[in-house]
Nanobody, 126 residues
């Protein structure tokens, strides 16, 4: 069983920063494709950033240049550094993982991921 635990959410003003963390309970994330997704009321859960096992990263256009996804050297935690936050970044952020590789054009597709955390709330006020 892959249990993912997110942390680091909170409330900030526009222009501020937050860093989210995603850790797997008891084991590391070596070999997993790990993504961050977000959801707001009335909208579908959307992919934000993905970390691929070879350390390749991709981002949705709305966060490019502002968010950075990374993994620690022990492959225990995947981080999402969020800078220059905007009110439209508000939502519940979920960490998700898939063992192995996902086709490049489907990396931001939530249906490709098998394991999900329970989410952490991010609120950005104007």
């Amino acid at each position: 069983q892959v249990q993912l635990v997110e942390s680091g959410g909170g409330s900030v003003q526009a222009g501020g920063s937050l860093r989210l963390s995603c850790a797997r309970s008891r084991y590391n994330l070596s070999g997993y494709t790990v993504g961050w997704f977000r959801q707001t009321p009335g909208k579908e859960r959307e992919g934000v950033a993905v970390f691929v096992p070879d350390s390749h990263t991709i981002y949705t256009d709305a966060v490019k240049g502002r968010f950075t996804i990374s993994q620690d050297s022990n492959k225990l935690t995947v981080f999402l550094q969020m800078n220059s936050l905007k009110p439209e970044d508000t939502g519940v952020y979920f960490c998700a993982a898939h063992w192995g590789w996902i086709a490049e054009d489907k990396l931001l597709d939530r249906s490709q991921y098998d394991h999900w955390g329970s989410g952490t709330q991010v609120t950005v006020s104007s």
